[in-house]
């Protein structure tokens, strides 16, 4: 069984410039999950889609930070602009949607440089 | 609400010694309560849970946690630490008993030879 895909995998960028996350979540999962992780921090959920639709995006800064999922399978992940502060590995995850967290399963991430 | 604390932000160990990481934890009811490790460059992985069946909880890799209700702590150790255990380990709780994740700050592992 293939595991959840991202791209790129490291993404270095200047402050103010976009940056665009993908992730392929694997096959059959409703739910995908994007997750930030500060250094030194445990990761944070920003947003949560069931099929292509929105469940969670509290913690979404939305401002500068967008994320879709039209067809109910890959997802995007955009920074617009990037702060300093978005330094960050970000992290694609999905599951079933069934009950407990352990159904979730992450991809390895992308690991965002803003200088 | 519940919550986790993880009382270490780094161990250490010799390779072979036991390896201990403490995670103390609050719940108004009893908690299902897991342990995920996160390898460099990898994606994060359950390596065990506690669901109010078993109190000693066996995972991957030979690591153990026993959940202790009267020291609300979910402890995890492995008796004999190998250099590729390295890695950053985050005890959680669901706060809603659904899907969502808190992490918490996580304690590294460093293991020496």
């Known amino acids: 069984e293939a595991g959840v895909a991202q791209s790129p995998r490291y993404k270095i960028i200047e402050k103010r410039q976009s940056v665009a996350f993908w992730c392929n979540p694997i096959?059959?999962?409703?739910?995908l999950y994007w997750y930030q992780q500060i250094l030194g921090q445990g990761p944070k959920l920003l947003i949560q889609?069931?099929?292509?639709?929105?469940?969670?995006d509290s913690q979404l800064p939305k401002d500068r930070f967008s994320a879709e999922r039209l067809k109910g399978v890959d997802s995007t992940l955009k920074i617009q602009p990037a702060k300093l502060e978005d330094s960050a590995v970000y992290l694609c995850?999905?599951?079933?949607?069934?009950?407990?967290?352990?159904?979730?399963?992450f991809g390895p991430g992308t690991r965002l440089l803003v200088l | 609400a519940q919550s986790v604390t993880q009382l270490d932000s780094h161990v250490s160990v010799s390779e072979g010694t036991p390896v201990l990481l403490r995670c103390n934890y609050s719940?108004?009811?009893?908690?299902?309560l897991f342990w995920y490790v996160q390898h460099p460059n990898k994606g994060l992985q359950l390596l065990l849970k506690?669901?109010?069946?078993?109190?000693l909880v066996k995972g991957i890799n030979g690591f153990e946690a026993e959940f202790k209700k009267s020291e609300t702590s979910f402890h995890l150790t492995k008796p004999s630490a190998h250099m590729s255990d390295a890695a950053e380990y985050f005890c959680?709780?669901?706060?809603?008993?659904?899907?969502?994740?808190?992490f918490g700050k996580g304690t590294r592992l460093h293991i020496l030879p």
């Open positions: 995850a999905s599951s079933l949607g069934l009950p407990g967290p352990e159904t979730q399963y």
């Open positions: 096959s059959g999962h409703a739910t």
């Open positions: 889609f069931q099929n292509n639709g929105v469940v969670d």
């Open positions: 719940s108004s009811y009893s908690p299902s």
């Open positions: 506690y669901t109010s069946a078993a109190t």
């Open positions: 959680v709780v669901p706060p809603n008993r659904d899907d969502k994740i808190i």
